[in-house]
């Protein structure tokens, strides 16, 4: 295991490296940053003091040794270089991944530990990729990174429980939350929930059931609003297991349980409606519209989650 002050590289930096770069910084870590998308870079550069300032409105304040100098690096070699911690932050495609596992296998030093923030991408597939497997493990950060308290690890069949314990005590000296995943399946916990929610979801609003305002309205402020504080498996005990066998005893086999995408979605992306990131999805976004809604979201998710952790919002 790395020895002495951490100095981790991020590598792949899109929509989660900003937040997951001011975090480690926060946390007093040198950061050294990489993408071989100039554009990439550029956004990150305005974006990681934009997460800081968020940060700063949590109350999140820096060891006594100070904040971690964030770097940014053109090579991939230059980045990794003496790095302790390597975070691969690339797009949810395994070749994609394998491509950069491959580039890094030659180049890291002996004990450094290798984090995938991967959506779901089992982390034993990505394990054939290195040539010590025992180093790697999932680290996944949930969007937005340094405002989103919980991070999933997951081992792979390969992964050593040094490498787990390594990466559990990081989040823990973060003061983040770490939850360890005991089975690598694809997906790990918060997606498999998210996923069968949204495609409950999806499913409504195709069969006319109910329009899209009203479904975020429903969930936010329904099953949301209780999950935020009472989690899932609580919420049973809450509601008595009596009630949700009664309940799941019928409706468990009307539930949508499509193994494809709705052509609700397939259709918006064909036509590059992608959402927030190309100005339109489900719903039309200005570009002042995605500032102003992007700024209002952050605001209100610092708000809850001081209020979460018992502090004033």
Known sequence: MPDGTLTVAVIGLGTMGPGIIATLA????????????????????AAVPQAAAVLDRLGVAPPTTGEGAVSFHDDLAGAVAGAGLVIENVPEKVEVKAAVYRALDPLLPAGTIVASDTSGIPITTL??????????????WSNPPHIIPMIEVIAGEKTAPATVAFITDLVRSLKLLPVVVKKDVPGFVENRILYALLREAIDLVDQGVIDEEGLDTCVSWGIGYKLSVVGPMRLLDMAGLDIYQSVAGFLNADLSARRDVAGYVTERTRAGKLGIKSGE???????DQIAALQAERARRLVAVRRILEGRDG
């Not at 394990?127 to 996944?140: K, Y």
């Not at 999805?281 to 570009?287: A, K, L, V």
Request: charged share 20%; aromatic share 8%.
């Open 127 to 140: 394990q054939g990729f290195l040539s010590h497997p025992e180093r790697l493990v999932g680290m996944h």
């Open 281 to 287: 999805g489900i719903f039309p976004y200005t570009p």
């Open 26 to 45: 926060r946390g007093g870590m040198p950061v050294r940053a990489h993408d071989l998308s100039p554009a990439a870079v550029e956004r990150a550069r």
